[in-house]
């Protein structure tokens, strides 16, 4: 009994220390960000001043504007072809069973986790110093990212297929290329596509930014229109970003869920899923047709790659305490806008998930909501609030937490569908009310998946936040930019150097616990 009580009191204390804990980095990070409610409330009217600004949209040189957003779709699609290319190989030695050899295993393992933990606007402005202006540099600032994540994919796939073929493909005297094309491509290829899709979605997202660095696209027009205070142009712009994004979004959820359900073009759906399919690929065609890649720009460029790489060398830690006070401020900001996100998010995921809102009119308008914040890129919605409520962190914190409050917002709703029924059936039997059901019967089945995608989230936006000082919204990415602009490149190596260690540290935390909490 003794040992009984005394395990108890030994779980609670861990309980009310993981509380503090928590308490404490919230507190932090609150504080690095310079979050105030004050602030926030004498922006309002600011905010409602440039709504007002942005109304009604006008739609100046429209010609010009969808040739800027064909150039972006097109970055995004040459960065995922290209990086599919290259992460097949690198996702395949990645890989514990498909790798020759321990060594080759770890160096590409190293390699991946490398190029993942580079922010693509932060390659897109490598890029943009050693190429010049244009979508070039944003293809290749999209793709060294892309063959990162897709090669993790890929390796992660691999190293789950089942034994059983492979090793009946070896005993029939198979080996080498013949077993991965036999036994295990077989296995991973709808995956595999649920990855390409994914990819493809993220890239032509991430690519509506590249060109605040001046990396091609609708972005730097954006960026252009709002510096020059047209906002009725840039809400115009915005419009048909979201337009953009929300098409290829749905697009690419649908593909990905039929191709990994085994329900594209069977013969219930097969006509939808051609036409579908037809004007995909006319899309892609004529996205890669206006925006040709020149192999001779980029070999003429790789000296001028050379000479920046070489003039970061010796990288200049002299003011490595004001550049790590603002990776504080960037982990800030990550930390607190993952927070306000959670908030926003619960209430945005149960009333967008079918199995506990009844209104269809509740249903959709919040479908809708969530939509929305996901499909906006946070630099977008940074753009906005600087101009609300002024240079620094908040801004950040707030595009940070309204853009991924619409991607746990989705998260959530999909984890609340999908609970077993029995144990809300019978809840709701004992009379119970609407946020006891939660409480008791939802919340226990989906609590675990909650808190890996607060983890999935969290490391994601403190990537994020490393870019956020790029339009003025806090963080280390304006001191990135100015040591580049400056071309104090000796500078620019101790701030990526900073910024790729955080990343990979809270990679790595956060996949520890995620594993963790799932498990």
């Known amino acids: 009994m003794c040992s009984g009580i005394t395990a108890f009191n030994i779980k609670g204390i861990r309980t009310a220390l993981l509380w503090a804990v928590f308490c404490i980095i919230i507190a932090f990070s609150f504080r690095e960000a310079h979050l105030d409610i004050r602030t926030l409330a004498d922006g309002l009217p600011y905010a409602a001043a440039l709504l007002r600004d942005m109304f009604p949209p006008n739609f100046y040189a429209l010609e010009k504007i969808l040739l800027l957003a064909a150039e972006t779709i097109a970055m995004g699609l040459w960065a995922t072809i ?22 080759v295993y770890t160096g590409g393992k190293l390699l991946v986790n490398g190029m993942r933990a580079i922010p693509d606007l932060v390659c897109a402005l490598i890029f943009v110093t050693s190429f010049g202006m244009g979508p070039v540099a944003g ?27 492979v090793e009946a493909v070896r005993a029939a005297g198979s080996h080498g290329l013949s077993i991965i094309r036999h036994a295990v491509l077989p296995q991973v290829f709808p995956l595999f596509m649920g990855y390409n899709l994914y990819m493809l979605d993220h890239n032509i997202r991430a690519a509506m930014t590249l060109g605040l660095v001046g990396a091609g696209g609708l972005g730097f027009e954006l960026f252009r229109q709002m510096r020059s205070f047209h906002y009725h142009k840039a809400s115009a712009i915005l419009v048909i970003v979201f337009l953009i994004i929300t ?14 359900d085994g329900t594209f073009l069977n013969s219930r759906g097969r006509l939808k899923d051609w036409s579908l399919l037809s004007v995909f690929c006319l899309i892609t065609g004529l996205s890669i047709f206006l925006v040709p890649v020149s192999l001779r720009e980029i070999v003429a460029g790789i000296p001028r790659i050379r000479d920046f790489l070489s003039g970061m060398f010796p990288p200049d830690f002299s003011p490595i305490f004001t550049d790590m006070k603002l990776m504080l401020e960037t982990v800030g900001m990550g930390i607190s806008g993952t927070f306000i996100a959670m908030l926003i998010a619960v209430p945005l995921g149960m009333l967008s998930a079918k199995s506990i809102t009844r209104s269809p009119f509740i249903y959709n308008i919040t479908k809708e909501i969530t939509n929305f914040f996901r499909a906006m890129p946070e630099l977008m919605f940074a753009l906005i609030f600087v101009a609300a409520v002024g240079l620094g962190p908040f801004a950040g914190v707030l595009a940070l937490a309204l853009h991924t409050a619409g991607f746990l917002g989705k998260f959530y709703a999909e984890a609340i569908e999908n609970v077993d029924p029995k144990p809300v059936e019978a809840t709701e039997a004992t009379g119970a009310s609407f946020l006891q059901i939660i409480r008791h019967a939802i919340f226990p089945q989906v609590s675990p998946l909650f808190h890996s995608y607060n983890l999935y989230i969290l490391d994601r936006n403190i990537r994020a936040s490393t870019l956020m000082g790029i339009v003025g919204a806090g963080g280390i990415g304006f001191e990135l930019v100015m040591s580049m602009k400056l071309f104090d490149y000796r500078h620019t190596a101790t701030l990526m150097i900073i910024i790729l260690t955080t990343v990979m540290l809270v990679d790595w935390a956060s996949s520890y616990l995620r594993n963790k909490v799932v498990a």
């Open 247 to 260: 098409v290829i979004d749905r697009l690419s959820s649908y593909l990905r869920n039929g191709i990994t």
């Open 139 to 165: 293809i290749l600032g999209l793709l060294i990212p892309a063959i990162g994540t897709l090669a993790k994919f890929y390796a992660e796939a691999i190293e789950s297929i089942d034994t059983g073929p």
């Open 82 to 103: 290209i990086g599919i290319a290259f992460s097949i190989p690198l996702g395949l030695i990645s890989a514990k069973n498909t790798s020759p050899n321990v060594f």
